[in-house]
C-alpha cells in the first residue's frame, strides 16, 4: 500500500482547496462493516486537471464527481482518480468500510463484561480513508458536518457538538476548519459525566462497565482540565477555538492519547479501576494538559508536512509539564505540580535519551519523513521529550516575554491554517530581535547528545561540554551547576551558559562533588569527574543527601545511561539503585527505577546464570522497604509491586493470591492479582486451566489482555507455541492482546523456554508487514524483540537482517532500535560477566541510517 509522498502532497495542496466534507455514517453493534457516505465539495485551481482522492474501503459502492458517476474499479491502492476538474467540485462515495480491531479507522471493542459494542475513530496518522473518503494531508483543511445512524441507546460525540434529532440518528455541529487527521468520532452505550467550565461544556465518558470507576476519577481529571484551560488562556492570549471539550477514554488505545479538536481520545487504563499511585494520576494529569495544548499547538495552527510533526509534539510536552509545574496554587494540584520535572526527567528524557543515541537517532525537526509511512517510523522519543527540553532551553534563553510573544504571534497569523518551522523561528525573531539561525541548527536540525561533566580540583569547578559529532560543537545550554561537600550541603549553585568552552568556577575548597545542569533543564549525558574518573561510591554516599528531586533524577539518569554505554558494571549500578531506594522519597522515580533494575539490571544485562541472584536481591529490598511503609500508601503499593515482579518465590505469590500474609493495608485487587498470576504463570506454576479460571473471575475487557500475558508467560513448549502463531499470523486478535503477548514471549526470567524462536524471529516477524500496519505493526516487533537474549550469536543474526535490502521504514527502524539495545547488552555481559574464549563485540557500533 503506497503512502502519500511529499511531493504529491505537495502538488495536491497546490492544485485543490477544500471547503466542506459532510459524512454520513450507518453505524451498527455487530455487523463486519459499515457504511460511508462522504460528500466533499472543493475548488481546483487549474480547471481540467486530475488529482485523487483516499478511501480505503472494503467495497466502493459509488462514486459520482459534479452529478457524473466515475467508476468504483478505477480505485488502486487507496487511491481514486478524479479526471478532469472543474473550478468548483462536490464528489460523493459511498462505500462499506470494514470495523478495524488495531485501533486505527474505525475500532470496534466488544466488552466482554457486557457484551456492548463500543466504536471510535482514530485518523493519524493517515487512517482516515479507513472510515471516510478524503483528501488525506494535513494541509487541506476543511469544515466537519457527521450524521451518525446508530442503535438507539447510543451515545455519540465527535469534533463538534452532538444533537440526538431521533431515536439512533445524531446530528453533529459544523467544525473549524480541521485536518483529517484529527477528525474523530465516538459512538456506543458509554457512560458520561457532563461538566462545565468557564462557558466549555466539559464531558469525560468511558464504557458502562467502567461507570463507578469514572466517577471516581472525574474529580481528578477534571481539576486539571479546568486549571489546564485557565492556564493556557492566559498564556496564549486566544480562547479555546472548538466549542465543548469531552474526554474520552477508549479501548485497545494505541498510544496515550489523541488530541482531536473538541473530543480527545485517551486509552481508558487512566480510568484506574484498582489502586493507583499519585505518580499514575500525575502521568494522566500530565496527559491531559498535553493535549489540550494541542487545542493550539496542531489543531488551531497545523504543521504543512509530517516532518513537522514534532513542533506539535514537543509543544506540547514542554507546555504540558510546565502547566503541571506552575499549579501549585491548586489546592487540588500541589503535588502534581511539585513533582512535574521530576517526573519527566526519571520518566519521559529516559526514552529520549535511548531513541537519541540509537542508530536510528534523527534531528528534532526535518525528520526527512518524505511519506507518511517514514513519518510515523520517525515518531519517538525524540519527538517528545529532546524537542520539549530544547524548548525548556529556548524559553529560558529568550525569557517569556519573547518566547510567549513571539508563539502569540504565531497563532493569531496563521490561526486555523498550517505552517512550517521556519514561520515559528519568524514570530520568535521578531519578538526578540535575535538572530536564531545558530539556534535553531545546534538544537533542532543535528541528532546526538552533548556530554557535559563537572569536575572540582584546587577550588576550581570546571563544567566541559564534549559533543556527539562536530557539527554541533557549539550547542548551547543555559543550566545551573551545583556544588556539594562530602555531607552533600549546597556550596555552590549558580547558573551558567555553556556554549563550547569549558567554564571555571572559583568555588570554597570544601567542595567535593559538583553536578551540572542540577535542575535538569537541559538535554544532555551529565557526567561527574574526579581525580579516578566518575566516583560512584560517591554518587551513592551523597545521593540520599541531595535535596532536590531534579537533582537526584539527574544522578539516576547517568547511572542508566553508563549502564548503557556500558561504563559501569550493572551489578554495581544494581547496589547502589537498591542502597538508595529506601532513601527516596518521590515515588514516581522509584517506580521507574525498579522497573529498570527487574528488567535491565536483573534481566537483559545479566547474563542468564545471575539473574536470578540479582532478582533476589531486588525482592529482598523491596520486601524490607513494605514492611517498613505506611499501609495503604504509594510506597506499600510500589513496594509490593517490585516484591511480585521480582519474586521467585511461588509460596509468597500464592499465599497472596489466596488473601494470606498480605500486608495490612495492600490491597490485591484486580490489577495486583494479574500481576501476581502472571508471576506464578511465568514460573511454570499455573496450567492452561488455572489461568481461563482467572479470566472468568475477572472478565474485563482489561482482565481478557492479563489472560493473554499470563498465557504467553508459561515456559510450556505448547504455550509458547501458541503465543508464536499469534504474532505471526494474520487473525483478529485485537491490538492489546497481540502486544501483551509479545512482552511476555522472550520473558528475561525464562531464557531457555523461548530458544527456538530466537532464529525464527529474525526470519518470520519481518514477514508481518504483509498482513499488519501502523502501530500495530512497529509495536508488535519491538514488544518481542529478544534483547533479553543477548548473545553474540543472536546479535549476529540480528545485524544479518538488518542487511537485507527489503525491510519496510516500520520493520526497518524497530529491528535497528532493538539491535542496538541488544549489542549494548552483549557488550556489557561481555565486559563484566566475560564467559572465557569469546570475542569482545566491537564498540561503538558503526552507524546505521534507518
Ligand atoms: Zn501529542
Known sequence: MPSLARTEARERAALLSVHNYAIELELSEHEPQF????????????????????????????????????????????RLPLPDLQASNVLRLVARMEYSHDGEGMHRHVDPADHSSYLYAMSFLDAAPRWFGCFDQPDLKARYQLSVHCPAHWTVIGNGAATKVADGHWQLASTEPLATYF???????????????????????????????????????????????????????????FGEYHQAFVADFNAGAMENPGCVTLREQYVFRSAATTAERNRRAATIAHELAHMWFGNLVTMRWWDDLWLNESFAEYLAYRTCAELG??????????????????????????????PSTHPVAGNGAEDAAAALAAFDGISYSKGASALRQLAEHLGDEAFFGGLRSYFERHRFGNAELADLIGAWTEASGEDLTGWVRQWLLTSGLDTIRASTADGVLTVQQEAPSADVADRPHTIRVAGYDGGGAVLVDQQIRLAGQPVRLPVPEPVRFAVADSLDQTWAKIRFDTA?????????????????????????????????????????????????????????????????????????????????????????????VLHSAEPGSDRQL???????????????????????????????????RWLLICRLASLGELDATDIERELVADDSSAGVVHAARARALRPDPAAKRAAWTLLTTAGPTPAYELYATAEALFDPTQPAASQPYLARFFIEMPTTAAHRRGWVLGKVIRSAFPVSAASPAVLELADRTLARTDLGPAVRRTLTDGTDALRRCVHSIQRYQPPRGVAVVSWPPARVRP
Open 35 to 78: 457504511r460511508s457516505t462522504t460528500t466533499i465539495s472543493f475548488d481546483c485551481a487549474r480547471p481540467g486537471a486530475a488529482s485523487f482522492a483516499d478511501i480505503r474501503p472494503a467495497e466502493l459502492e459509488s462514486v459520482q464527481l459534479n452529478g457524473a458517476d466515475l467508476d468504483p474499479a478505477t480505485l488502486r491502492d487507496g
Open 183 to 241: 477528525v474523530t468520532l465516538v459512538a456506543g452505550p458509554y457512560h458520561s459525566i457532563i461538566a462545565e467550565h468557564d462557558g466549555i461544556t466539559l464531558g469525560l465518558h468511558a464504557r458502562a462497565s467502567l461507570a463507578e470507576h469514572l466517577a471516581a476519577e472525574a474529580p481528578a481529571m477534571l481539576a486539571t482540565t479546568r486549571a489546564a484551560f485557565d492556564h493556557y488562556h492566559r498564556t496564549f492570549g486566544i480562547r479555546y477555538p
Open 329 to 358: 496554587d491548586h489546592p487540588q494540584l500541589t503535588e502534581l505540580a511539585a513533582l512535574a520535572w521530576a517526573d519527566f526527567g526519571i520518566d519521559r528524557k529516559a526514552n529520549g535519551h535511548v531513541a537519541d543515541q540509537s
Open 532 to 624: 579516578v574518573g566518575t566516583d560512584w561510591d560517591l554518587v551513592a554516599e551523597l545521593l540520599p543527601r541531595i535535596e532536590r528531586h531534579q537533582t537526584r533524577v539527574v544522578l539516576y539518569n547517568a547511572v542508566r545511561d553508563e549502564v548503557r554505554d556500558g561504563g559501569l558494571d550493572p551489578d554495581r549500578a544494581l547496589e547502589l539503585l537498591l542502597s538508595s531506594y529506601p532513601q527516596e522519597p518521590v515515588e514516581a522515580i522509584n517506580a521507574e527505577l525498579l522497573a529498570f533494575a527487574v528488567t535491565e539490571l536483573a534481566g537483559n544485562y545479566a547474563a542468564p546464570e545471575d539473574r536470578p541472584a540479582r532478582r533476589h536481591r531486588v525482592a529482598q529490598v523491596a520486601e524490607r
Open 638 to 672: 510500589g513496594a509490593a509491586r517490585a516484591l511480585i515482579s521480582a519474586s521467585d518465590d511461588p509460596e509468597l505469590l500464592q499465599a497472596w493470591r489466596s488473601g494470606v500474609r498480605v500486608p495490612d493495608g495492600l490491597p490485591i485487587d484486580a490489577e495486583l
